[in-house]
């Protein structure tokens, strides 16, 4: 029987990084998919309030979320570096400490998400005629958020291995059922924001009982014995300590994306509106460029792992000229056809969807500099250094725009929109000259501590 090729170590490596990042995008997309669906259809049967309603929950959501969240890329860069020096036992022991480490997390976040969530959106001055609408939805969201986490960590061992097939197979099926099922819950049954935020929470959890099933029908390290879960010490320290500054990070730019938010609900409902729409069609762009990020994290991982540095150095370079590539295209497209792609969110404001112009314009043109940063963030990480990366992102992403909002931003004639949204650009900037230093400096400590390496 012939062995099969391991893509991360051998053959071409932008073909292979290719091959790798599409279903990873595709994959993105759909679970995007997942928020767009409920916008769409609360967009086309409820009216904008509930479009407002339900997009105010996304940073306050992600700054819960993102905290566990790291900690799925932390169990993929442990079976990364386990998988590519050849060690089973690792792999195993990481495997099953993975999925045991999500389900807790879930737990947790169902808690503080069901009791705190009207808490959150009134520390966020959300208006009183969308919070309401907004704490229903958040907590329907957050009772099924165990399989969110499930999902997550066990697509990212499966990622780690190579495999990015499964998880857009699964996606598809579950994105099929939220579409079908916010039909039948907003036509027919009249739920607005509850029905949305229903049909996610089932497709959910048809995804994440799909992925565990094909981690238990695998053969080799990867495989999943469900009598075996527990926590293995070592392998627990290790997702904790790189995914945890991951975690900690996703959380913070979160802090600054929820002040952002803050900032765009003192412009009322009609801004928030505008800014909700477009916001979710950026998403499109930013989970087409956040795909190289993954892919920077396990190429780099799998390839350190095997001390193979020379791939190491070029995964950083073919990840930054595919993400810039893919960014400038992206955004210019969203750009061009913005009006078209809002009207599909918005049907009962021409006011609003003017104000989603002005976000597409100021976030998407410059986005591919967002995709640089994440490209070199991924690949710090995946090297096995979380700590840097994380204190460089608090620091120019986070600090950036909370001294932005809080100095240029009060100036009465800087007090727009068009001038919140030029902080992204910003920061983007700023982090991504920062975290390059970063990784030469952390390459070559690497290099020099695991094997010498010819860089061409």
């Known amino acids: 029987m012939q062995k099969k090729k391991n893509i991360f170590l051998e053959g071409s490596l932008f073909r292979n990084i290719v091959v790798y990042t599409i279903p990873i995008?595709?994959?993105?997309?759909?679970?995007?998919?997942?928020?767009?669906?409920?916008?769409?259809?609360?967009?086309?049967?409820?009216?904008?309030?509930?479009?407002?309603?339900?997009?105010?929950?996304?940073a306050i959501t992600n700054l819960i979320v993102n905290l566990f969240i790291g900690l799925s890329v932390g169990a993929g860069v442990t079976v990364a570096h386990a998988y590519g020096c050849k060690d089973d036992r690792t792999v195993h022991r990481t495997v099953h400490t993975a999925i045991p480490a999500a389900l807790v997390s879930g737990i947790i976040l169902t808690v503080v998400g069901v009791l705190f969530s009207e808490t959150f959106l009134t520390w966020m001055g959300?208006?009183?005629?969308?919070?309401?609408?907004?704490?229903?939805?958040?907590?329907?969201?957050?009772?099924?958020?165990?399989?969110?986490?499930?999902?997550?960590?066990?697509?990212s061992i499966l990622r780690a291995v190579g495999d990015t097939r499964s998880p857009l197979i699964f996606l598809s099926i579950a994105g099929v059922i939220n579409v079908l099922?916010?039909?039948?819950?907003?036509?027919?049954?009249?739920?607005?924001?509850?029905?949305?935020?229903?049909?996610t929470t089932i497709s959910q959890a048809v995804s994440a009982v799909l992925v565990v099933i094909a981690l238990i029908r695998r053969t080799d390290a990867c495989h999943l014995t469900l009598s075996k879960m527990r926590f293995y010490k070592k392998q627990l320290l290790k997702i904790v300590s790189i995914g945890l500054p991951a975690g900690i990070q996703g959380s913070l730019f979160s802090i600054s994306n929820v002040m952002i938010q803050s900032s765009v609900n003192s412009f009322g409902d009609i801004v928030m509106t505008g800014n909700g729409a477009a916001g979710n069609i950026e998403g499109f762009?930013?989970?087409?460029?956040?795909?190289?990020?993954?892919?920077?994290v396990n190429f780099t991982g799998q390839n350190a792992g095997a001390g193979n540095y020379k791939r190491v150095f070029r995964t950083l370079w073919i990840c930054l000229g595919c993400v810039t590539a893919v960014g400038l295209t992206a955004g210019s497209l969203v750009v061009l056809f913005g009006e078209q792609l809002l009207s599909i969110y918005i049907t009962d404001s021409a006011k609003a969807i003017g104000y989603g112009l002005i976000r597409l314009t100021y976030i998407c043109l410059p986005y591919f500099l967002c995709g640089l940063m994440d490209v070199s963030t991924g690949a710090l990480r995946?090297?096995?250094?979380?700590?840097?990366?994380?204190?460089?992102?608090?620091?120019g992403v986070c600090g950036i725009r909370m001294l932005w909002i809080y100095t240029i931003f009060?100036?009465?004639?800087?007090?727009?929109?068009?001038?919140?949204?030029?902080?992204y650009t910003v920061s983007w900037i700023a982090t991504f000259l920062c975290q390059l230093v970063a990784y030469l400096i952390v390459f070559q400590r690497r290099r020099k501590r695991w094997g010498k390496a010819e860089i061409a």
Not at 25 to 48: E, K, M, P
Not at 288 to 294: M, R, S, T
């Open 25 to 58: 995008i595709l994959t993105s997309i759909l679970q995007l998919l997942f928020n767009a669906a409920d916008l769409v259809v609360v967009g086309q049967y409820c009216g904008s309030i509930s479009v407002a309603a339900v997009s105010a929950t996304g």
């Open 126 to 155: 959300t208006p009183e005629n969308v919070r309401e609408l907004s704490a229903v939805y958040m907590r329907i969201y957050f009772a099924g958020i165990t399989f969110t986490m499930v999902y997550n960590f066990a697509a």
């Open 181 to 199: 099922l916010n039909l039948l819950f907003v036509r027919r049954f009249h739920m607005n924001v509850a029905g949305v935020a229903l049909a």
């Open 285 to 296: 762009v930013y989970v087409c460029l956040n795909a190289f990020h993954q892919t920077a």
């Open 382 to 395: 995946g090297m096995g250094a979380s700590l840097v990366p994380m204190l460089i992102s608090v620091l």
């Open 410 to 423: 009060r100036i009465p004639e800087y007090h727009t929109p068009e001038c919140l949204y030029l902080s």
